[in-house]
Each structure stands twice: as C-alpha cells, then as structure tokens.
C-alpha cells in the first residue's frame, strides 16, 4: 500500500538527467507497492506481541536513534537534554522539552540519510504538513502525538499499512523468546520471526561472557564447559529458535578472522575464556573459532549466517558507562575478508547446508575482495550497504563495485537493519529509488532491456531478499 509522499518530491534521488530519470520513474512505479521483506532488523518484539501504542514523537523517533544521537553530540548537545536514559536513574528532559531540543537542532541533518528517513516518516506515515522546524515543534509533537494515539498507529496496523509481509528481530541466545511464544499464539508467528544472536555466548570479552554460558547450560541441559558441550548447547538453542519460526542467525565481531583449530586447542581456550585468563589474541581466536562453528551448525541445521563485521564499538569509554551501548559511538575499521573467512570457507564453504550473508563496513573491500569472493564460493551472498552506507549514496556506490563481479544472482536484496519501526518503509523507499536509477542507467545504455530491467528491480526488491534468508 502506497503511503504518499508527504512534503516530499515524488523524484527525489531518480537521476537528473531527464531521459534517465524517465526510465527510472517507471521502474520505480512499479516496486513502490511491492510487499516489504524485512529478514533482519532490530525492531522489538513486545511492540508486535502487546500491540500497544507508541507514546510521543521524542521517544518513538529520537532518543532511540543512535544515528540521530552521534550528530547532535558532535555538535555539543547533552544527551540529558535530549531525553536519553541514564543507567544510573539520575533525571533527564521530558519529551517535549527533549523534542524541542531536537528541533532546534534539525539543520544538523540537512543531506543527511537521517533527514530523508526522519522527513519521510513524518509525512508520509504521520502525515505532518511541513518539514520539522524550531517554530512548528509543539505544534508537530502535538499532531505526532494524536496520530500515535489512533488505532491504526499502533505496530500490528503499522505493519499492515507498510505491507511488511515479514519481518525479523534479533535476539540473544539467553533471551527468553516470551514475545515470539505469545506471537506465535496469537497467529503472527509466520510474519515477526527471531534471529538467532548468540554474541554474548561467543565472545569471550563480552560483559557477563561466564555467567552467560552458565545460563546457556542451563537452558539446554548441556555442559557448557566443556567444547563438545558448549557446541551442543548452542545447538539446542537454535532449534528452539527454528520452532518459532527463525531461518537466521546474525553474529557481530569485530573482524571477519575465522579459525579451524583442533578440539585440544578448542578446549584449552574455552577453560582461559571461562577463568578470564585470555590475552586479547586469545579472546580474538576464541571468537574466529567460534565462528567457523556457527557456520558448521548452519550448514547442518539449514539456518542462514549473516555475518557482520568490521565496527570497532563503544568507542566513547565515559558514554558507555554512563549510558551503555548503542549511543552512537561506534565507528568502523578495516577488514580482511579474503584472510578472515580462509577457515571457515575452507572448512564449510562447499556444503551444500550453508548460506552465509556478510556485511561490511569497509566499502573499499566490495570491488577487491567480496564480490570476487561471492562471484567464486557457492555459499556466499553478499548482504546490503550497512550502517554508515545505508544512503542513498552509499547503494549507488555499492552497486557499482559488487555487480560486474558478482552479479546481481550473489545479492541478498534488501533489509534496512533498524530500530526504528516507522524508517522501514523509508529505507527500503531509498533502496527502491537506488535500484531503480542503476538499473535505468544500464537500460539507457542497451545493456539491459526494459523487461530484464523490471525483473530485476522487483527482485532485488523483494524476492532476492526472500530466497537469501529461505523465507
């Protein structure tokens, strides 16, 4: 169901050109109703199992976004004023204060990702009159406000108005899945599924790593301190995961290092991992090794791994104390795909039960190693732009480097990766518009035709996305 554009132009990021931007507007009319697939994001299950409606326009659209959050503290603005909690309690603005702050400070994002998402989401789904501005803030929080409070606002009926046909949480390894259980009750099973996330059980310098796995021992009936036992924990917990629907885990590291080393060394490093006794490069083997074991229980339980490395988090030692994690402080680093994922591809990469879906936050590796990389191994698929280069410039950019290698068959398609509920139909409107002017480059070019064209932007739109993650 189409939402409109609001205050928007119908043309925004279609080429200047006007016989490229002719192709690409009917290219683009014909994906801008497609259902959306949305296999992995970070949206919260207790908002689609109580159905209860969201509050105000600061808590639902700022103090939740660390993408907001990292600019306005570039500029100096205290996180206290703009609402977001503290761990220690201590009081912070309320939310029209918080919303007012944010308002005076709009022009931040002028050509930014977040001003177009944040733009769109308030007209085109709030229906907002004009751009936010220092002058109309109450009186939006105000609107904002009352349309929150109508039924069709609330997250089920979201869900139905953006036409997400599916969507994907993700959850951690311990978590007790209670929201998923009482979806799968109430018949939306099939459309809010988990993903597997087990980085506080497989990262020996997460915080609570030992008492974790404790816990993961005891949820599974296995002996987690022994490997054999660990690996079997872990695999007990998947399926629990695959009974409610789950057809993914996602793992985030912090490089792309994959290990296969004997079961001697395993263990070795499991009992230094639970007495804390590693070196930083033992934690960083414990964590490759781990892994290449994922990989393994994908390639025999069929569950796809996505694989996002390369952010170098919680950078801001003083925010995560005091705020914790997600304040917009993480920044990305390089990463040596080719390196990396060695073991593991020579260990997995030919079985017939894996797919692995990786993501980058060093878009100089799409040309020179990942899309070679998908363009040879069966099992490869290379995700989306993320985090940093989900723009509109970043997708022309990714375009560029991965197609003549790998193809558009090694795409994964689209999922837009949020917490925020109200920006997924605005990605994956930006994603649409992206694929649309690409390919109508290639059209105008008589590379493509216009029917191969057509093809594959609903693909990439929808389709690729649904068979990459067996949806």
């Not at 869900?159 to 997400?164: A, I, K, L, Q």
Request: charged share 20%; aromatic share 8%.
């Amino acid at each position: 169901m189409s939402l409109g554009d609001g205050f928007l132009h119908p043309d925004r990021l279609l080429p200047a050109d006007p016989g490229l931007r002719r192709i690409a507007r009917d290219l683009y009319d014909g994906l801008r109703d497609l259902p959306i697939i949305s296999p992995h994001g970070h949206t919260d299950p207790a908002w689609f199992a109580s159905d209860a409606a969201f509050t105000d326009a600061a808590s639902l659209l700022v103090t939740p976004d660390h993408y907001l959050l990292r600019m306005l503290h570039s500029q100096g603005v205290s996180y206290d004023v703009l609402g977001v909690p503290r761990l220690d309690g201590a009081p912070v603005a309320e939310p029209r204060a918080a919303w007012r702050c944010f308002a005076r400070h709009y022009p931040l994002f002028t050509g930014t990702p977040s001003a177009l998402w944040l733009d769109h989401a308030m007209g085109a789904v709030l229906g907002c009159p004009e751009r936010l501005s220092e002058k109309n803030a109450d009186a939006l929080f105000d609107h904002i406000g009352a349309v929150l409070a109508e039924p069709g606002s609330r997250p089920r009926a979201l869900m139905d108005r953006f036409g997400v046909e599916v969507i994907a949480t993700t959850d951690g390894a311990l978590d007790s899945l209670e929201h998923h259980t009482a979806l799968a009750a109430q018949g939306w099973g099939a459309r809010v599924r988990p993903t597997y996330r087990p980085d506080a059980v497989t990262d020996p310098e997460a915080p609570g790593f030992v008492e974790g796995l404790d816990r993961l021992g005891a949820l599974t009936g296995c002996d987690t301190a022994e490997w054999a036992g660990m690996i079997e924990a872990h695999r007990r917990r998947r399926a629990a995961f695959r009974a409610l629907g789950a057809t993914a885990t996602d793992h985030g590291t912090p490089s792309p290092l994959t290990a296969d080393l004997p079961l001697a060394e395993c263990q070795r490093l499991l009992t230094g991992a639970r007495a804390g006794s590693l070196t930083p490069a033992e934690a960083e083997l414990f964590r490759a090794q781990m892994l290449t074991e994922m990989a393994g229980l994908s390639a025999e339980d069929g569950m796809v791994m996505q694989l996002h490395a390369g952010s170098r988090r919680n950078t801001d030692r003083a925010m995560f104390a005091t705020r914790g994690a997600n304040m917009g402080a993480d920044i990305p680093g390089r990463a040596d795909w080719v390196g990396g994922l060695n073991a593991l591809l020579n260990r997995h990469g030919h079985g017939p039960g894996l797919r692995l879906i990786v993501f980058t936050l060093d878009e100089s590796a799409y040309a020179r190693e990942l899309a070679p990389m998908a363009g040879y191994w069966p099992c490869l698929m290379l995700g989306p732009p993320w985090w940093f280069h989900d723009s509109a410039e970043g997708i022309r950019r990714y375009l560029d480097q991965v197609v003549e290698t790998a193809g558009f068959a090694n795409l994964a398609g689209f999922n837009d990766d949020t917490r925020a509920l109200l920006s997924i139909p605005a990605r994956h409107d930006v994603w649409r518009r992206g694929v649309a002017g690409f390919l109508a480059r290639l059209v105008a070019e008589h590379r493509l035709d216009r029917s191969e064209a057509a093809h594959l932007a609903a693909d990439l739109s929808g389709e690729a996305a649904k068979r990459a993650y067996a949806l």
